[in-house]
């Protein structure tokens, strides 16, 4: 992947964002729902600060990943990953790496110190907590059973 862009979410880059989030077959239905939910907010409430898109896009302008940060309510300096995502066609080829060291960029520029990013502990999300661990995101905490019956909570935190 040569010529990337990471910009801001545009209103356009819904519908593939959401087959993206469902190509990538690990989220439920209603966890793609509030993938949706989000952007909608994204694109339609002006002037909203709790969540921040962008958008990854290739050479072609094809959408191909996207991460959604936001401010962590009462807190001063953490910051909530909410949700990061890439195409399944270009997975292992940096656009994650790219995405998250863009979103942690951001996260310092608004004078942020610490992330929190939840997944899943189910066997699917090896890969995704792989991934958190490469990055040097620490493991926090661990609970069992927490979305349904052998699904459980892991949360992770890097300081930036």
């Not at 189910?122 to 991934?131: A, D, G, H, I």
Request: hydrophobic share 35%; aromatic share 12%; charged share 25%.
């Amino acid at each position: 992947m040569s010529a990337m862009a990471i910009r801001p979410f545009q209103k356009e880059d819904l519908q593939s964002l959401v087959a993206l989030v469902e190509a990538t077959q690990v989220f439920r239905e209603e966890e793609v729902a509030v993938a949706r939910e989000l952007m909608e907010i994204v694109a339609e409430v002006e002037d909203q600060k709790d969540y921040v898109i962008a958008t990854y896009v290739d050479e072609k302008n094809t959408v191909r990943g996207y991460y959604c940060v936001g401010h962590t309510p009462m807190t001063e300096t953490t910051y909530d990953l909410y949700w990061i995502a890439v195409d399944p066609q270009v997975h292992g080829k940096g656009v994650g790496k790219q995405l998250l060291h863009h979103c942690e960029e951001y996260v310092r520029q608004q004078g942020g110190k610490l992330i929190i990013a939840e997944t899943s502990s189910m066997e699917k999300y090896n890969k995704t907590r792989l991934f958190y661990e490469h990055h040097h995101y620490t493991e926090a905490s661990r609970i069992e059973d927490y979305y349904a019956p052998g699904d459980g909570l892991v949360v992770y935190f890097k300081y930036i």
